[in-house]
């Protein structure tokens, strides 16, 4: 990468503050709500309605501070929303309303 071209916050390779940082290299356990936004995605993707180019636009384009307090599977529902509303596949009505229900 050239020394003059800014980082996007998401570009943390060879960043030093991340560097000590240790690689988790353990497979984990994936939680229901991991699952459920993987399968929202695929099938999203197998529908038609979002690539998964548009996913990762969506989280490339969160907010610093909100990226790096999100999980990884916090970004990428935080993307499809994103993506489904400025699509309007849903509306944010609908949205909010479902988020009340849980």
């Known amino acids: 990468m050239d020394k003059d071209t800014p980082r996007a916050m998401h570009d943390l390779g060879g960043v030093s503050q991340f560097m ?3 690689v988790e290299t353990e497979a ?3 939680t ?3 699952r459920e936004v993987d399968a929202i995605r695929q099938i999203l993707g197998v529908k038609q309605v979002m690539s998964v180019d548009e996913l990762r636009r969506g989280i490339e384009a969160i907010p610093e ?3 790096h307090r999100l999980s ?3 970004r990428w ?5 994103s993506t489904l ?3 309007g596949v849903i509306e944010e ?5 479902a988020l009340e229900c849980c």
């Open 32 to 34: 229901d709500f991991d």
């Open 77 to 81: 529902i935080r993307s499809i929303a």
């Open 20 to 22: 000590c940082d240790a």
């Open 65 to 67: 501070g909100e990226y």
């Open 93 to 97: 009505g609908e949205l909010l309303a």
């Open 28 to 30: 984990h356990a994936l």
């Open 85 to 87: 509303l400025r699509k």
């Open 72 to 74: 990884y599977y916090q």
